[in-house]
């Protein structure tokens, strides 16, 4: 007779959104209804139908789902989490009738947030910025990335760099974190974008990386932020420490952004409103994900949708983030996004799920550890009181989370 199967922990009486790969398939979300997930030493040891459990397995702790289902933890691929203050006014003015641009020309938007975040040490950065990544993971996140780009110095990018590592133990959540430096010409730069640009290059960036504080490099490709050529030297220098690389691109306009993060095998271009059919085709060809934003689109008031359409026909992973920051999306609802990528940008509900899970995974270069239920992956899963994963996108304003497990642990049960 063999030996009894051992095992951490094991779900059952629950429904699984595995979240598969479903290419060719009618189940778009890799549903195993009445299914069965084992964990092992904070990994996905099995996962099936219930009734295909082996015959002899032993576990230290049992969990009822009581009929719930059981997603991989979603994943918030693109946030600006870690600031100081927030710009209240800038919304009356926008309100008003005033445009990004005109805000940002008059000496507000980005730079505003970087004088506070300047004048506030790292301790208050971290506790300002914990408020915002446990309502975060009160629904169910389980990773989030954190960009820096309000310092916009050597000093306060790794100030920034280090609140949002430390973020992670506080808050039970997996950080990736992100060096944003060509976010904004700082004040002290006025005129000199190129001068700027080197001090990134040459100093700023080896600083980060000699720290070991950044998973990746990003930057602002936009009239309003750095052109191709400005961006590309940044590319090429975040090459050079071995770091990859993501970028904003054609949010505002079509500089060729989505193309030029294909052209370095960025893990994304994020935006994209205004991303032309070649941007897609060659982001489609360097194997780069979709960042989709709906938030920001929605608080700019924006009518330029995505290129939904082109990016489906080319096969680009769609992800989906809140992009949470302080001038224009200051929001903390990722399922409040899943809503707006379908209603907004007319997404499936389905596609908005894999944009927060599978999608969101490789558009953070993570997706062999987290993002789906399949043996191997982290045990990072989020139970939910619903009839069926639609609800996760329908219900705007909800939160049915009942548990969210971290490395096979659960650290919250309804």
């Known amino acids: 007779m063999s030996a009894a199967i051992r095992w951490d922990a094991v779900w059952t009486n629950v429904h699984l959104a595995t ?118 993971s009160a629904e169910g996140v389980t990773t989030v990335e954190i960009k820096s780009g309000y310092g916009l110095d050597i000093a306060n990018e790794l100030k920034m760099l280090r609140a949002a590592r430390r973020l992670a133990e506080m808050c039970g959540v997996k950080v990736r974190t992100t060096f944003l430096g060509a976010h904004a010409l700082p004040p002290e730069f006025a005129g000199r974008a190129d001068d700027y640009i080197a001090l990134v290059c040459e100093e700023m960036l080896p600083a980060v990386a000699d720290a070991k504080l950044a998973d990746a490099v990003d930057a602002f490709c936009e009239r309003i932020g750095f052109t191709p050529a400005q961006t590309a030297r940044v590319f090429d220098a975040a090459g050079k420490h071995r770091l990859p690389v993501k970028l904003h691109a054609d949010q505002l306009s079509d500089l060729g952004g989505g193309r030029l993060a294909a052209e370095y095998r960025g893990l994304s271009a994020d935006h994209l409103e205004h991303a032309s059919e070649a941007s897609v085709r060659a982001m489609a060809e360097a194997g780069v994900a979709a960042v989709l934003l709906p938030g920001a689109f929605y608080f700019l008031r924006e009518t330029q949708l995505p290129p939904i359409a082109s990016l489906r026909r080319h096969g680009v992973p769609m992800a989906i983030a809140t992009d949470c920051n302080p001038g224009t999306s200051p929001c903390t609802s990722l399922l409040l996004m899943l809503n707006m990528a379908c209603t907004l940008f007319g997404l499936a509900p389905s596609e908005a799920l894999a944009g927060v899970t599978r999608n969101a995974a490789k558009a953070l270069g993570v997706g062999s550890e987290v993002g789906r239920l399949a043996p191997g992956q982290r045990a990072d899963l989020a139970l939910w009181d619903i009839a069926g994963p639609a609800e996760l996108a329908y219900a705007f304003g909800a939160n049915p989370l009942v548990a969210r497990v971290v490395r096979g642990i659960a650290d919250e049960l309804k």
């Open 19 to 136: 979240l598969a790969d479903t290419a060719g398939t009618a189940d778009d979300y890799g549903t195993i209804r009445d299914g069965a997930l084992a964990i092992d030493d904070g990994r996905v040891a099995w996962v099936g139908a219930r009734r295909d459990l082996p015959a002899r397995w032993r576990a230290e702790t049992e969990h009822d789902g009581h009929n719930g289902w059981l997603t991989p933890g979603l994943i918030d691929c693109h946030t600006h989490l870690v600031y100081a203050g927030n710009r209240a006014d800038e919304f009356e003015l926008r309100v008003a009738g005033a445009s990004y641009e005109d805000i940002a020309k008059a000496g507000g938007g980005i730079a505003s947030t970087v004088r506070a975040t300047r004048d506030a040490g790292e301790d208050e950065l971290v506790a300002q910025a914990a408020v915002r990544l446990r309502q975060l």
